[in-house]
């Protein structure tokens, strides 16, 4: 029997049996796996390969998320650098160690 069946004779057993407890749960379980496999049908992962293909989407996240932090660090890296250099070009100037150029 497949999923959708089951639901529509849950709903109909419940709408005969006056809806108890139990055959409510039911109703509310089997409409709840039947809308996550439907999901996962719709973003193409129900086959037997899907396992494998969200462990290389999570590896690619991982990869993304230290590829943008590394690129901030030496952005910051960089923006640091070249602030000191300002500085100390400035001090050099300031002092009288090297003369500007006009």
Same mark, same amino acid.
């Given at each position: 029997?497949?999923?959708?069946?089951?639901l529509? %004779?849950?709903?109909?057993?419940? %709408?005969?049996?006056? +809806?108890?407890?139990?055959?409510? #749960?039911? &109703?509310?379980?089997?409409?709840?796996?039947?809308?996550?496999?439907? +999901?996962?049908?719709?973003?193409?992962?129900?086959?037997?390969?899907?396992?494998?293909?969200?462990?290389?989407? #999570?590896? &690619?996240?991982?990869?993304?998320?230290?590829?943008?932090?590394?690129?901030?660090?030496?952005?910051?890296?960089?923006?640091?650098?070249?602030?000191?250099?300002?500085?100390?070009?400035g001090?050099?100037? #300031?002092?009288?160690?090297?003369?500007?150029?006009?």
């Amino acid at each position: 029997m497949n999923d959708g069946a089951i639901l529509a %004779q849950l709903m109909a057993q419940s %709408q005969a049996a006056g +809806a108890d407890l139990a055959t409510l #749960r039911a &109703l509310a379980e089997e409409a709840g796996a039947l809308a996550a496999e439907r +999901a996962l049908a719709r973003l193409g992962l129900d086959d037997a390969a899907a396992a494998k293909d969200q462990g290389e989407l #999570r590896e &690619l996240l991982a990869a993304w998320r230290d590829a943008r932090a590394s690129l901030w660090k030496a952005a910051l890296g960089w923006v640091a650098k070249l602030a000191g250099t300002v500085v100390l070009a400035g001090l050099a100037i #300031r002092f009288g160690l090297v003369v500007p150029l006009k």
